[in-house]
């Protein structure tokens, strides 16, 4: 069976030889050593002033809303995994949807300006897939305004742009380490900021406020994140330019299987000046007619891919309904293609061959 993922591991001695002085210090969580080195060596990656490692990324985003005092409306993308709404509800936030660009699939920046009231605070846009969102206009906007930009960078794991590292961008990007992303901790995650008092704040929040044993700086919740997650990410860390390397390696077979003979399928934009993470390989269909007959006939053949994102956030029962057509067209007929470090070239090749099928014969 060929899934749209499969976890990445690393050799088993090398994560064993960690579990050796976890057990020695019997320190299982609660800032031990291995939890700082990796909080250090990430600092260094993202060239980032802080990094905070949390339990997931979904408590990452909570953690970003509620340190950066986020309230009332915030201006975010209905092409995104659930949690970049569902965790602006839990906030008490309401989520103003603006529709994405047809290209990039990330937050269309032109769209943004006309959802501002009086009761915006914040913008929160998911670098999809990994392609940077149009950072520099976002940040126009929000400077303009006064409003916080959160970026739900979940995605974005080793992406630069213009030279950067794209975590860099906002005033704070959250992360997702969970075992599908590239990089990985098991579970886990983490907020990246420039910021002093947004870093502090997230600190002290992840460890249930605590200032000290006896006092308390503020409100807090358990975001904390364990050694054992820790020392995943230390053994992970050092294969992700392998990783990347890999995936970008069955990206290219990809393109050059799918992208000829008018096959009908076309892949969003990634804008210039861009490193990429080749984290998702996502395709577009003509129409959820074809995407359907195209996962019927993989499905037949153990492979399966995922309807990443499938249907739009604005239509959860929990949000108010707002009409963003680009969004319900792209959602309806993009699918993402099994793309993982073990993956074989002969399992891209069949997949392929399998997707020619039925675009050639298809109508
Ligand atoms: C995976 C993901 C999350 C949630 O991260 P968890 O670590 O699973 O909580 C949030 N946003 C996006 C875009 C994601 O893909």
Not at 199 to 228: C, L, P, T
Not at 321 to 334: A, C, L
Request: glycine letters at 6%.
């Amino acid at each position: 069976m060929i899934n749209v993922t499969r976890a990445f591991l690393p050799p088993a001695e090398q994560y064993q030889k960690y579990l050796k002085g976890i057990w020695e210090r019997a320190h299982l969580t609660n800032n031990g050593p291995l939890l700082l080195e990796l909080e250090e060596k990430l600092r260094t990656y993202f060239e980032s002033k802080h990094f905070s490692f949390l339990n997931n990324g979904t408590s990452a985003i909570q953690i970003a809303i509620k340190g950066l005092e986020l309230s009332g409306e915030i201006i975010t993308t209905p092409f995104s995994y659930v949690a970049t709404t569902s965790s602006i509800v839990w906030e008490n936030c309401k989520p103003v949807f603006a529709d994405i660009d047809a290209h990039t699939l990330c937050i269309d920046a032109t769209k943004i300006e006309s959802l501002i009231t009086a009761k915006t605070t914040g913008i929160l846009a998911t670098h999809v897939y990994g392609i940077p969102c149009d950072v520099e206009a976002i940040e126009k906007i929000a400077t303009k305004h006064g409003l916080k930009i959160i970026y739900d960078a979940a995605h974005a794991f080793g992406v630069k742009y213009k030279g950067k590292p794209l975590v860099n961008y906002g005033h704070a990007s959250t992360l997702s380490f969970h075992a599908t992303k590239l990089f990985h901790t098991t579970e886990g995650g983490g907020i990246v900021t420039n910021d002093e008092t947004a870093a502090h704040k997230f600190n002290y929040m992840r460890n249930f406020g605590h200032k000290g044993q006896e006092d308390f700086w503020g409100v807090g919740i358990n975001a904390k994140n364990s050694e054992f997650h820790a020392a995943m990410g230390l053994c992970v860390f050092p294969y992700v330019e392998e990783i990347i390397r890999k995936r970008k390696e069955l990206t290219e077979l990809y393109d050059e299987l799918l992208l000829k003979d008018n096959l009908q399928i076309t892949r969003p934009t990634i804008p210039a000046e861009t490193e990429y993470n080749y984290s998702y390989y996502p395709v577009l269909f003509e129409s959820e007619a074809v995407l359907k007959s195209v996962v019927l006939s993989l499905q037949a053949d153990f492979i399966h891919p995922r309807r990443y994102f499938y249907p739009p956030l604005s239509t959860l029962n929990y949000v108010k309904k707002q009409s963003v057509p680009i969004t319900t067209d792209v959602s309806s007929r993009v699918l993402c293609l099994p793309l993982y470090y073990e993956l074989e070239t002969e399992q891209v090749k069949r997949i392929c061959q399998i997707m020619r099928h039925v675009l050639r014969f298809k109508s």
